[in-house]
């Protein structure tokens, strides 16, 4: 019996250790508690796809980033931290949130949909994500750059059947072009589909 008690308090020990050893996250949306509620956030509804302070950055990548989600330039150096790019991967807080990426973990892979060529200077190409914030990066030697017909936008439900690409090269990447979609591979410009 004193044997079972042993290992029942023993087992409940365990149990706690590990309770505590992952902060509690109530609503699962990878914010802790404890976070949410310093800064004035739901426990229970998932905010972090809000932006409380309307400084670009999300709720989550403020808590990713370790930025204060009620403060717009949380660091006061004039860059609101939408703009900043916290964890040095070439795309700010402002696109990560608007790709779904960790503001507070370098990215050298990202995926990017829709966004307009802003600038390509001496091999490095910004691209403006929709919904805001720029990604820079080197554009790789080993590009592959294609055109999407812009007629073929409506019926991309069975995308790239049917559709052939045409090739483009790193010069058609001219300020203004319209980039359907891209890829970041190593840090670097791998693939990027232009809409013409
Ligand atoms: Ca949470
Ligand atoms: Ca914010
Ligand atoms: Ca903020
Ligand atoms: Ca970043």
Same mark, same amino acid.
């Given at each position: ?42 426990? /229970?509804? =998932?905010? +972090?796809?809000? &932006?409380? *302070?309307? $400084? ?5 990548? %403020?808590?990713?980033? /370790?930025? =204060?989600? +009620?403060?717009? &330039?949380? *660091?006061? $150096? ?5 703009? %900043? ?112």
């Amino acid at each position: 019996m004193a044997m079972m008690l042993t290992l029942l308090m023993l087992a409940v020990s365990v149990f706690a250790a590990q309770a505590s050893a992952a902060p509690k996250d109530r609503n699962d949306n990878g914010i802790p508690d404890a976070w949410e509620k310093a800064h004035d956030l739901s426990t /229970k509804k =998932d905010q +972090g796809n809000r &932006d409380a *302070d309307g $400084d670009g950055a999300r709720n989550r990548c %403020e808590y990713q980033a /370790k930025t =204060d989600p +009620g403060v717009a &330039d949380s *660091d006061a $150096d004039t860059i609101v931290d939408g703009d %900043e790019d916290t964890d040095g991967d070439g795309a700010t807080n402002r696109a990560e949130s608007n790709l779904h990426s960790n503001c507070g973990r370098a990215n050298s892979h990202l995926q990017i949909r829709r966004a307009t060529v802003t600038s390509l200077t001496d091999g490095v190409l910004v691209l403006t994500v929709r919904g805001g914030g720029t990604v820079t990066a080197p554009v790789s030697s080993t590009l592959r750059c294609s055109v999407k017909k812009a007629t073929d936008d409506a019926s991309t439900s069975s995308e790239g059947k049917g559709s052939p690409k045409s090739s483009c090269a790193v010069a058609d990447l001219v300020t203004g072009a319209k980039v359907h979609k891209a890829r970041t591979k190593g840090g670097k410009f791998v693939a990027v589909t232009l809409v013409k």
